[in-house]
C-alpha cells in the first residue's frame, strides 16, 4: 500500500516569506507518475486529493490510504480521472470503461473495486486523479474529450488564445463538490487564466502535460499584491490556495487539467484580478 504525502495549508503572511524552495515544497505536486505507482498527495484544502496513477503492464487497484482511516478509497469520497497518456482501461466493479488519451471519467462516493491498466505498456496510460469529500453518491460516467463541451477563449494577439473543456461541473457530469476540465492552448499562445482571477471559496490544483521535454512553464500563485512564481516540467502539479491567483506563462504552447473542490460548483464565480492591480 503505497502512504501518501500529506500537505498542511500555508497562510498568506507565512507564503509572502516563503524561499523559492519552500515554495515548491508546499505546492509543487513532483513526480506523481511513477511506472507502475498509484502516488497521492492529501492537501489540507478542501481535503483535495491529487493523484497519478501509472500502470505498466500489472493492473494497478485503487487501494485505500492510512491517512483515510477507511475501508475503501471511495467511502467517503468522489474522484475525476483524465488519461494524460496511451490508451488505458479504468474497471469499475468489474465493468471495464475504455479512455483514450483526455478521455474522463467521474467515480462516485462508494464505489467499491477500481482497477487502472494500460491497453499497450509500449504507450502506457497515465490517469490523472483528484478526490474530494463528497456527502451523496453521483451515477458513474466516463467521457471523451469531445464531449466536454469546448468553449474557445483569449486572442493570439494577447498569447493567450485557449480551449476549456469542462468534464464535471453543473451543466455536465455531476459531482457533489469536484469541478474539472481541461484547458489547452493555441500553438503561439503562451498565457493560461489570463486576465487572472481568483475564487476564495474553492481551492484549485493545475497539472501540465504536453510540454515538450526542455520547455517550461512560469507559474504564479500569491495574493495578487504578492505573486510568487514556481518553474515547472511536464507532469507537474501545483495547489492553489483559495485566496491564490494560478496562472502561467510557458516557453511554448502546453495544455493543463484544472481541478476544484470547495463552496460552490459555478465555474463562472471567479474574481476578476484588475491586471493594474498585480505586484
Ligand atoms: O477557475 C477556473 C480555472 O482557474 C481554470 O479553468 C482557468 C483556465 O483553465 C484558463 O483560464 O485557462
Ligand atoms: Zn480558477
Known amino acids: 500500500m503505497e502512504t501518501t504525502q500529506v500537505r498542511v495549508e500555508s497562510g498568506r503572511t507565512e507564503v509572502v516569506r516563503m524561499s523559492n524552495g519552500e515554495l515548491r515544497k508546499n505546492f509543487l505536486v513532483e513526480d506523481l507518475f511513477a511506472q507502475d505507482q498509484i502516488k497521492w498527495v492529501y492537501s489540507h484544502y478542501d481535503r483535495m486529493m491529487i493523484g497519478g496513477a501509472a500502470p505498466g503492464t500489472a493492473p494497478l487497484d485503487l487501494e485505500t490510504q492510512p491517512v483515510l482511516r477507511t475501508p475503501y478509497f471511495l467511502e467517503r469520497r468522489e474522484m475525476g480521472v483524465v488519461n494524460l497518456g496511451g490508451k488505458g482501461i479504468v474497471e469499475v466493479e468489474g465493468e471495464d470503461f475504455g479512455l483514450e488519451k483526455l478521455g474522463g471519467m467521474y467515480l462516485g462516493r462508494g464505489t467499491r473495486r477500481v482497477q487502472f491498466r494500460s491497453e499497450s505498456a509500449s504507450d502506457p496510460a497515465l490517469f490523472y486523479l483528484l478526490s474530494a469529500p463528497a456527502h451523496q453518491a453521483y451515477p458513474t460516467v466516463c467521457l471523451t474529450q469531445a464531449e466536454a463541451g469546448p468553449m474557445t477563449i483569449g486572442h493570439p494577439l494577447t498569447a493567450n488564445q485557449r480551449t476549456i473543456y469542462k468534464y464535471i461541473h453543473p451543466e455536465g457530469v455531476q459531482s457533489c463538490q469536484l469541478v474539472m476540465g481541461v484547458t489547452v492552448l493555441s500553438a503561439g499562445s503562451v498565457w493560461n487564466t489570463m486576465p487572472t482571477h481568483v475564487h476564495d471559496r474553492r481551492m484549485e490544483v493545475y497539472c501540465y502535460f504536453d510540454l515538450p521535454e526542455h ?65
Do not use: K
Not at 248 to 255: A, D
Open 215 to 279: 520547455q517550461r512553464v512560469l507559474h504564479l500563485m500569491g495574493e495578487p499584491h504578492e505573486t510568487r512564481h514556481l518553474w515547472l516540467t511536464n507532469h507537474q502539479a501545483v495547489i492553489s490556495p483559495p485566496w491564490s491567483v494560478h496562472t502561467g506563462c510557458g516557453t511554448s504552447h502546453y495544455s493543463f487539467v484544472w481541478g476544484m473542490a470547495g463552496e460552490n460548483q459555478d465555474y463562472t464565480d471567479q474574481d476578476p484580478i484588475d491586471l493594474s492591480s498585480l505586484r
